[in-house]
């Protein structure tokens, strides 16, 4: 029924009645005219409710979401070998994974020498724990091919591929400071020998002097046979 319908049902009522029916408000909108009607500070009051009860919520479900007041504490597996130590880890819920290793003689090839984050610190569960282990064999390295460059380029090189002790040894030769070769353990290493990265090297390096053999010998190159006087006279 359309509004014109019901404005001339609405005349043909009793005049009671049609005061009644203008007058009518359902019990909702009854309801919210009372709420409006009330003072700010009750509205206020109610808003503040609001915000409480939603922030509340919020950090209980963040503190279940996130394991709140729920850590657990690292144990000390240094000095395990990795699958010793994997049960207690596994005890305290925690997950781990292999990111490094590291050569010492002082330590057992295999065993775990460092955690991050640390023993017995607290971490919550289902954290992962990145353990370094010491390896079971010295890391070793190719020795590139260094003759005929500079120190400096081939010092470079070596500290590069990870060769931690290097020095110097100088002979006999015309170009300061040009690469002969490389020595370990006073023999002459050919290019591509692997080598422990631990291991002493010796940069053999010329020093920019002529041997006084080789002075003699380039001397008798050059010299020429002298005629006598008396190819003047000739």
């Known amino acids: 029924m359309n509004v014109w319908l019901q404005q001339t049902v ?19 909108s009854i309801k919210i005219n009372k709420i409006f009607r009330l003072p700010v500070y009750i509205h206020l009051l109610a808003v503040a409710t609001i915000f409480f009860l939603a922030g509340w919520g919020i950090l209980g479900f963040l503190d279940r979401y996130t394991n709140h007041n729920q850590a657990v504490k690292v144990p000390d597996v240094r000095g395990l070998q990795i699958e010793d130590a994997a049960p207690f880890l596994e005890q305290q819920m925690l997950r781990y994974a292999i990111v490094d290793s590291i050569f010492s003689k002082e330590k057992t090839p295999g065993a775990i020498v460092e955690l991050m984050p640390e023993a017995n610190s607290k971490v919550k569960k289902n954290r992962i724990i990145y353990i370094t282990i010491n390896a079971k064999t010295e890391e070793t390295a190719p020795v590139p091919e260094l003759a005929d460059i500079s120190f400096r380029q081939a010092y470079s090189h070596l500290i590069a591929l ?44 010329q020093d920019g002097h002529v041997s006084p053999l080789d002075d003699e010998d380039a001397n008798e190159g050059n010299n020429e046979p002298k005629k006598s006087d008396e190819s003047w006279f000739e």
């Open 10 to 28: 609405v005349e043909y009522l009793p005049l009671d009645v049609r005061k009644a029916v203008r007058n009518y408000r359902s019990p909702m």
């Open 162 to 205: 990870g060769f931690k002790h290097v020095e110097t040894k100088y002979v006999t030769g015309e170009f300061r400071n040009l690469t002969v070769g490389v020595e370990c353990g006073g023999k002459l290493l050919q290019s591509g020998t692997r080598v422990p990265l631990t291991a002493l090297l010796t940069l053999v390096l």
